[in-house]
DNA sequence: GCCGCCATTATTGTCATACTTATTCGACTG
DNA sequence: CAGTCGAATAAGTATGACAATAATGGCGGC
């Protein structure tokens, strides 16, 4: 059979494997990441019409099971629309839903623009600010203990994917700690930014940037003990706003 | 067939009439409803496993595929997941994409509590605060034409759902002024939010609170239009936590 | 000759059933 | 007692037929 043996899986799988997501490959899931790939590189233009099922189905030789199972997957995420008679629309970019961590993946897939990257670090500064600030006010000393703990963690990380690590499960505690159920969702959102940053340059490479982000993700929590939610958010601002700036320049020295 | 010829419609659908979505009525979304809100009103504990296809299957009287399909869209949505041999799990709830539109609609169907919708601010007040900042940076000319009218159809409105109608197309021109894509995908947040807001209260029927509410968005609209984007910030919080101190101030006193 | 209605037809939606694969649990064996 | 192998169970996949829906073009009436 021609179910290519071995189709080249995609870089996004980086990502999901460091994110430990995405455990299971099943054909639906096969069928998902190519289509919704293909929308979001704009291989498939939004307003435009999908192929026929018939078409699609003599493509990605699968049964109509998985090729409708994988559609309504990509129309559960607000990439298409599919309606009889008409055939299956690709939605307009504003009804995606971008927060969500697939849809998230198959941007960075095609190789994240600056311009996409600084759109991410804007809401993120607006969410975790917020956070931030809540977590100052409602924090446990559990919840506190944890998070100047994942701060030593940060600190002593040896390698990106370790520093990486303890760098998320600050930011998921700092969402924790603000108990509200938004905060903690969003988390995949920072997952993606995180590994794509990391994936850029990692602080662990230059000493003084492993300092200074160190330093700074040390205010973020002795701001939240000191229940001083003015100084968390702009302690997380500054995190947030330095780690895209980092990123955004080793991008353009790199890639003129 | 028993297919129920008229089974009482979910009460969400007012707000998902509202908003325009949802025309669609397939059997699909009839099971993808009943289950979603089953999982999110708790009938089926997180980490639970529900039923084995084959009886909701029974339960539903539907066919395998129909099923299936309403299974991979709440997967996709973050609700559940599905193992071999083991069952399908119900997530735990940060799994869960809050920022899907079905899922915070399911949220409401089960009355919004008090504390739900000020989670829902909270997010609110961080991603729109910086909404209305950028779009106080980059707005075009158009843009502020836009917002400005949107105000003047806010303060003319006669009927509630006319006023919520303009509200939110507010907050849409602000998103789309911010020209960032997350913040446009917010919008379905934003609609839930209005609509519920205004179901409980609408400022139409109270002058004072009608002029108020006017106001605050007037000077939302004036500092973008002056390119003042602290004063945009400032604004914005102001017209969010009004909004949510009215709905909450009214359910407390009608429900104590 | 123009307008509206209806049949055609293309496309998704639904059904039923059979078979395949993965994973756990437990028994069996070394 | 530990490791392996097999059976049972649940989801995953395949296939072919039929139903519902809605553009489209042709037909008939005005």
New binding site residues.
Partial sequence: MD?SGGRARHSGDLIAALSGRNL?H???SDVLWDLGFAIVSGQYAQGSI?????ELLDQF??????L??A?KTLAAKGLIE???????RVLPRNRWNLFDADVLAWHFELGPEVSFLQSLAEVRIGIEIEAAALAAERRTEEQAKLLMAAVDRMASARTPEEFARHDLEFHKAVADASANPFMASISALVEMALTAAFTISSPVNEPEALTQTVAVHRAIAQAIVDKSSQGAREAMRIAIAEGFARAAGRMESVDP
């Fill in positions: 179910r299971a099943n054909l639906h999908l192929p026929p099922d018939t030789r699968v049964s109509r099971t998985v409708r199972e559609l599919a309606r009889a008679r008409i055939g299956t």
